[in-house]
């Protein structure tokens, strides 16, 4: 990095932790005139570095620290709502609404989390956007059949885009770069919530790291297989409803939270 760049970038770091945010307008009000808006901007757009492999060497300075030489990899996403009036972010797009059921205007994060017996960090975080006709085609296909239009004679459900890859298939993306930067960090599972149980997921994830253990959220909807014996999960948790185990998270506050195990 340049002379100009290095305290460009320490002062990046700095406003993002005084100001809890990332904000270039924010960032120029809290340098008291030092910088200005464009100039932080700019100097974000125009110069040629190498942004994917700074997160890269900070986790792997991190992990010099003696004593940090596996963990478990976490998979999850987020969406954070933005302004109605923003249009200029990159990966906007209307989401679900979790809680209302409605929709909001916003971003949709993917991040891969490291969590070792000392320390949790993140690893990877990158945007997540459907493609711009598939999400076309999923707002022409609710409306054609709201009208009673059969299956057949609505439009066909357009290929996959390769620019716009599935949140499946990012978050495998993240675990093979991370198995490349990282090939000293031995991995004991790897976690991730329903939207990730599939089987090319956990096949893939499993396979990455050698045959580790790859957890998953079961869904409502499903049945279990043990032997030649199926049952449906519902039915199954009715009669196991677990055994309350007493554990202190991150030595804090000692809480109690109910554990089973089954073979199926």
Same mark, same amino acid.
């Given at each position: 990095?340049?002379?100009?760049?290095?305290?460009?970038?320490?002062?990046?770091?700095?406003?993002?932790?005084?100001?809890?945010?990332?904000?270039?307008?924010?960032?120029?009000?809290?340098?008291?005139? @030092?910088?200005?808006?464009?100039?932080?901007?700019?100097?974000?757009?125009?110069?040629?570095?190498?942004? =994917?492999?700074?997160?890269?060497?900070?986790?792997?300075?991190?992990?010099?620290?003696?004593?940090?030489?596996?963990?478990?990899?976490?998979?999850?996403?987020?969406? @954070?709502?933005?302004?109605?009036?923003?249009?200029?972010?990159?990966?906007?797009?209307?989401?679900? =609404?979790?809680?209302?059921?409605?929709?909001?205007?916003?971003?949709?994060?993917?991040?891969?989390?490291?969590?070792?017996?000392?320390?949790?960090?993140?690893?990877?975080?990158?945007?997540?956007?459907?493609?711009?006709?598939?999400?076309?085609?999923?707002?022409?296909?609710?409306?054609?059949?709201?009208?009673?239009?059969?299956?057949?004679?609505?439009?066909?459900?357009?290929?996959?885009?390769?620019?716009?890859?599935?949140?499946?298939?990012?978050?495998?993306?993240?675990?093979?770069?991370?198995?490349?930067?990282?090939?000293?960090?031995?991995?004991?599972?790897?976690?991730? =919530?329903?939207?990730?149980?599939?089987?090319?997921?956990?096949?893939?994830?499993?396979?990455?790291?050698?045959?580790?253990?790859?957890?998953?959220?079961?869904?409502?909807?499903?049945?279990?297989?043990?032997?030649?014996?199926?049952?449906?999960?519902?039915?199954?948790?009715?009669?196991?409803?677990?055994?309350?185990?007493?554990?202190?998270?991150?030595?804090?506050?000692?809480?109690?939270?109910?554990?089973?195990?089954?073979?199926?």
């Amino acid at each position: 990095m340049s002379v100009t760049q290095r305290p460009w970038l320490a002062f990046c770091i700095t406003a993002v932790l005084v100001t809890n945010s990332i904000c270039w307008a924010r960032f120029a009000r809290a340098s008291l005139g @030092t910088y200005g808006l464009a100039a932080l901007s700019w100097m974000l757009r125009h110069r040629k570095m190498p942004w =994917d492999h700074l997160l890269v060497a900070r986790v792997r300075v991190i992990l010099r620290h003696p004593g940090i030489t596996s963990g478990s990899l976490g998979v999850d996403d987020t969406d @954070t709502p933005r302004s109605k009036a923003a249009k200029a972010l990159a990966s906007l797009y209307t989401l679900r =609404d979790k809680a209302s059921g409605g929709s909001l205007w916003g971003h949709s994060l993917v991040f891969l989390v490291l969590v070792t017996p000392k320390i949790s960090m993140p690893v990877g975080v990158c945007f997540s956007q459907p493609a711009p006709e598939l999400s076309a085609w999923y707002k022409t296909d609710k409306i054609l059949k709201k009208q009673g239009v059969p299956a057949q004679q609505r439009p066909c459900k357009p290929a996959p885009n390769p620019q716009y890859p599935t949140t499946e298939q990012r978050a495998l993306r993240f675990l093979a770069s991370f198995k490349a930067h990282q090939p000293e960090v031995r991995m004991h599972a790897v976690m991730a =919530d329903a939207l990730y149980g599939t089987a090319t997921f956990v096949d893939g994830a499993s396979a990455l790291f050698r045959g580790v253990q790859v957890s998953s959220q079961i869904r409502s909807n499903q049945n279990m297989r043990g032997g030649q014996r199926h049952q449906h999960v519902a039915d199954y948790f009715a009669t196991h409803p677990g055994t309350p185990y007493a554990i202190r998270i991150r030595g804090g506050v000692e809480v109690v939270a109910m554990g089973g195990s089954a073979r199926w």
